[in-house]
């Protein structure tokens, strides 16, 4: 019997009983907690912030990388309440919807919509969001706790999203719902393996960046915004902003040089409320950077 899994399920279902805001002050509080014990993601989260805004004041970025814990934190309490009641609930909480055209335009255009939604906010409300404008389908992997499965796929598969596999079925599902004028969901900012990607500026430095982007619009001829789920006071304002249109160069290097341009456009929006503690950097053209190594 798995009972990490088993528990790790159990807890996940416990928390989704609770109503929204409790979801997120026990976030709240757990990420204050993980601050004070100056753990791995607040190590990290000063890396990067070093690393992209050395010219920022060190005590601003410093609140910075511990507002980003706390939010980090959050995100996960509040998923776990968006995957287990009723989309009524979380739909309520959409305080209000920026450039909400962009993406009903380009559904009703029928070329298809790339929405590159990069891990800012809730992305997971953003997720449920897209999938009541359109048919929308997303690359999915399975959690390592297999037990977790089942529970993740409900809620985000709830609005009617359609999961596929991370593969080359996959990415052929991706490219038919996009030439059939449908939606596809694509998380921009994660470090793909060397043969997924190439290296463009994040922050001023060559990044390890996915071509899946690349290749789906190059094959497809879709529209492509930008979008996350903003948390504010009341709940989330779902946030849409347009690509760059060197986003459709058909040279690789200009499409994802703009692709991360968009990325910084979105963080710039709600800077405290990115995923700084994922170690986005590990790779540089040369070879492994080294800068998360423990001195």
């Not at 993406?103 to 919509?113: A, D, I, S, Y």
């Not at 004028?181 to 793909?192: A, F, H, R, S, T």
């Not at 700084?276 to 001195?295: C, D, H, L, S, V």
Request: hydrophobic fraction near 40%; proline fraction near 6%; aromatic fraction near 8%.
């Amino acid at each position: 019997m798995d009972i990490k899994g088993y528990l790790s399920a159990g807890a996940l279902r416990l928390i989704g009983r609770l109503p929204l805001r409790w979801s997120r002050r026990l976030g709240g509080l757990v990420g204050y907690s993980a601050v004070c014990l100056r753990g791995e993601s607040l190590r990290v989260s000063r890396i990067n912030l070093a690393h992209c805004f050395p010219a920022m004041d060190p005590k601003e970025r410093e609140k910075l990388a511990r507002e980003s814990v706390v939010n980090t934190a959050m995100t996960g309490f509040e998923v776990a309440s968006l995957w287990r009641q009723p989309w009524s609930h979380a739909e309520d909480s959409i305080v209000r919807v920026r450039n909400q055209q962009l993406l009903t335009e380009g559904v009703k255009e029928g070329h298809g919509v790339l929405v590159l939604a990069p891990h800012i906010g809730n992305w997971e409300i953003f997720g449920q969001y897209l999938a009541t404008v359109g048919p929308t389908t997303s690359l999915y992997a399975p959690p390592k706790i297999a037990a977790l499965d089942p529970v993740i796929r409900a809620g985000r598969e709830s609005t009617g999203a359609q999961l596929v596999p991370t593969n080359v079925r996959g990415v052929r599902a991706l490219l038919k719902a996009l030439k059939g004028g449908g939606i596809v969901g694509v998380l921009p900012d994660q470090e793909p393996e060397a043969s997924g990607g190439d290296f463009a500026p994040f922050f001023g430095h060559p990044t390890l960046t996915m071509t899946l982007g690349f290749n789906l619009i190059q094959r497809t001829g879709c529209k492509v915004v930008f979008g996350f789920g903003k948390r504010v006071p009341d709940g989330y304002e779902l946030v849409l902003l347009p690509a760059e249109q060197a986003i459709y160069s058909d040279e690789a290097k200009v499409s994802l040089a703009a692709l991360n341009r968009g990325v910084e456009a979105c963080i710039a929006e709600a800077p405290e409320q990115y995923q700084w503690e994922y170690k986005r950097f590990r790779r540089a053209p040369e070879g492994k950077t080294g800068i998360y190594r423990r001195n």
